[in-house]
């Protein structure tokens, strides 16, 4: 038998995309690493009852970090898109889906995939997106 069963690599592809805009946004700490570790638990168990949505995982764990992390931490990933107003958390689209990305819906805008967060956080504030 194959060790690594597709619904284990969706389930670690997940994981790697989430921790990576976790430590986008500077918060990848100990405890909050965790936090992934049991989305990731959880999800585990919801894939194996419904291997189908094995492609939606990734955008289901964000959802429960970002979830999380609001009771701990407080909004996460916030925006960076709007530069004035309220500070607010980007959303993950579609919430049931693949290829999640996250969005403000101020501006109606996707700010990056789940994964990709870093180019559209770090660098230059204020800047231009480039590449
Ligand atoms: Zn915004």
Redesign the pocket.
């Known amino acids: 038998m194959d060790p690594v069963s597709p619904l284990e690599q969706a389930l670690h592809a997940a994981r790697a995309l989430v921790l990576a805009d976790l430590v986008a946004g500077e918060v990848a700490e100990a405890d909050v690493v965790s936090l992934v570790e049991d989305s990731v638990v959880q999800r585990r168990w919801w894939v194996q009852q419904w291997p189908d949505g094995a492609e939606y995982v990734a955008g289901l764990v964000a959802q429960d970090v970002q979830d999380a992390l609001l009771e701990r931490y407080g909004r996460w990933p916030l925006?960076p898109?709007?530069g004035s107003g309220d500070p607010?958390a980007?959303d993950v689209e579609p919430e049931l889906g693949p290829d999640p990305h996250w969005v403000?819906?101020?501006?109606g805008v996707k700010v990056a995939s789940v994964g990709s967060l870093a180019g559209s956080l770090g660098g230059s504030p204020g800047g231009t997106a480039s590449s």
């Open positions: 925006c898109v709007c607010h980007l403000c819906h101020k501006v």
